[in-house]
Protein backbone atom coordinates (compact mmCIF):
# COMPACT_ATOMS: atom_id res chain seq x y z
CA UNK A 1 0.00 0.00 0.00
CA UNK A 2 1.25 3.54 -0.83
CA UNK A 3 0.91 6.51 1.58
CA UNK A 4 0.00 9.68 0.36
CA UNK A 5 0.34 13.07 2.14
CA UNK A 6 0.30 16.29 1.39
CA UNK A 7 1.09 19.56 3.51
CA UNK A 8 2.13 23.05 3.32
CA UNK A 9 -2.05 24.65 2.48
CA UNK A 10 -3.05 28.17 4.30
CA UNK A 11 -4.46 31.25 4.13
CA UNK A 12 -2.94 34.37 2.22
CA UNK A 13 -3.72 37.04 0.32
CA UNK A 14 -4.25 37.90 -3.41
CA UNK A 15 -0.43 38.16 -5.18
CA UNK A 16 0.95 35.30 -2.03
CA UNK A 17 2.39 32.43 -2.50
CA UNK A 18 2.65 29.02 -0.91
CA UNK A 19 4.43 25.42 -1.59
CA UNK A 20 2.75 22.21 -0.92
CA UNK A 21 4.32 19.05 -0.40
CA UNK A 22 3.38 15.86 -1.14
CA UNK A 23 5.44 12.55 -0.12
CA UNK A 24 3.85 8.89 -1.54
CA UNK A 25 5.97 5.80 0.66
CA UNK A 26 5.56 2.44 -0.06
CA UNK A 27 6.69 -0.50 0.79
CA UNK A 28 9.91 -0.96 -0.79
CA UNK A 29 12.63 1.77 0.17
CA UNK A 30 13.33 2.05 -3.64
CA UNK A 31 9.68 2.84 -4.36
CA UNK A 32 9.11 5.95 -6.70
CA UNK A 33 5.77 6.66 -8.61
CA UNK A 34 4.26 9.69 -10.59
CA UNK A 35 2.40 12.04 -8.72
CA UNK A 36 -0.24 14.71 -9.61
CA UNK A 37 -2.24 17.56 -8.17
CA UNK A 38 -5.32 18.11 -8.52
CA UNK A 39 -8.03 20.81 -6.98
CA UNK A 40 -11.04 20.81 -6.38
CA UNK A 41 -13.54 24.54 -5.95
CA UNK A 42 -16.30 24.80 -3.84
CA UNK A 43 -19.26 23.69 -6.26
CA UNK A 44 -16.63 22.58 -9.10
CA UNK A 45 -15.25 19.25 -10.56
CA UNK A 46 -11.95 18.21 -9.53
CA UNK A 47 -9.25 19.93 -11.92
CA UNK A 48 -5.64 17.73 -12.74
CA UNK A 49 -3.29 20.41 -12.55
CA UNK A 50 0.13 19.13 -12.77
CA UNK A 51 1.99 15.56 -13.02
CA UNK A 52 5.49 14.85 -12.65
CA UNK A 53 7.37 12.14 -13.09
CA UNK A 54 10.29 10.24 -11.35
CA UNK A 55 12.77 11.10 -14.32
CA UNK A 56 11.17 14.83 -13.93
CA UNK A 57 8.59 15.30 -17.03
CA UNK A 58 6.54 17.96 -16.27
CA UNK A 59 3.26 18.49 -17.27
CA UNK A 60 0.79 21.51 -16.92
CA UNK A 61 -3.15 22.15 -17.10
CA UNK A 62 -3.34 25.55 -19.16
CA UNK A 63 -5.20 27.34 -16.46
CA UNK A 64 -2.08 27.40 -14.11
CA UNK A 65 0.95 27.50 -16.14
CA UNK A 66 1.90 30.34 -15.85
CA UNK A 67 2.19 30.97 -12.04
CA UNK A 68 2.60 26.89 -10.59
CA UNK A 69 5.64 24.71 -10.77
CA UNK A 70 6.12 20.98 -9.77
CA UNK A 71 9.26 19.78 -8.58
CA UNK A 72 10.85 16.93 -6.92
CA UNK A 73 13.54 17.11 -4.49
CA UNK A 74 17.04 15.02 -5.16
CA UNK A 75 15.65 11.82 -3.67
CA UNK A 76 12.75 11.70 -5.44
CA UNK A 77 10.84 11.18 -2.55
CA UNK A 78 9.30 14.53 -2.26
CA UNK A 79 6.91 16.45 -4.88
CA UNK A 80 6.38 20.33 -4.42
CA UNK A 81 4.31 22.80 -5.89
CA UNK A 82 4.95 26.26 -6.05
CA UNK A 83 1.84 28.56 -5.75
CA UNK A 84 2.91 32.24 -7.26
CA UNK A 85 0.99 35.25 -7.23
CA UNK A 86 -2.43 33.07 -5.86
CA UNK A 87 -5.78 34.64 -7.12
CA UNK A 88 -9.22 34.14 -4.63
CA UNK A 89 -10.12 31.40 -7.60
CA UNK A 90 -7.17 29.16 -6.87
CA UNK A 91 -8.99 28.73 -3.43
CA UNK A 92 -9.88 25.05 -3.06
CA UNK A 93 -8.32 21.76 -1.66
CA UNK A 94 -5.28 20.68 -3.48
CA UNK A 95 -4.88 16.52 -3.46
CA UNK A 96 -1.49 14.74 -4.19
CA UNK A 97 -2.05 11.17 -6.03
CA UNK A 98 0.12 8.63 -6.92
CA UNK A 99 0.26 6.65 -9.69
CA UNK A 100 1.68 2.90 -10.43
CA UNK A 101 4.07 4.09 -12.75
CA UNK A 102 6.63 6.09 -13.06
CA UNK A 103 5.57 7.88 -15.32
CA UNK A 104 2.99 10.18 -16.07
CA UNK A 105 -0.07 8.41 -17.84
CA UNK A 106 -1.84 9.08 -20.89
CA UNK A 107 -4.63 11.96 -19.92
CA UNK A 108 -2.27 12.78 -16.59
CA UNK A 109 -5.10 14.97 -15.85
CA UNK A 110 -8.02 12.67 -15.21
CA UNK A 111 -8.11 11.04 -11.62
CA UNK A 112 -9.10 7.82 -12.73
CA UNK A 113 -5.42 7.65 -13.64
CA UNK A 114 -3.75 7.14 -10.09
CA UNK A 115 -4.61 4.68 -7.98
CA UNK A 116 -3.13 6.57 -4.53
CA UNK A 117 -4.72 9.36 -3.30
CA UNK A 118 -3.94 11.77 -0.20
CA UNK A 119 -6.50 13.35 2.32
CA UNK A 120 -6.12 17.03 0.78
CA UNK A 121 -4.69 20.05 2.32
CA UNK A 122 -6.63 23.54 2.13
CA UNK A 123 -5.54 26.73 0.30
CA UNK A 124 -7.31 29.63 0.41
CA UNK A 125 -6.59 33.25 -1.26
CA UNK A 126 -8.56 36.21 0.23
CA UNK A 127 -8.73 39.34 -2.37
Known amino acids: QVQVEESGGGLVPAGGSLRLSCTAS?????????QAWFRQAPGKEREGISC???????FYADSIKDHFTISRDGMNTTVRLQLNNLKPEDTAIYYC????????????????????WGQGTQVTVSS
Open 97 to 116: AAAVTRYCPGSWALGSRYKY
Open 26 to 34: GPLNDDRYA
Open 52 to 58: ISVAGAE
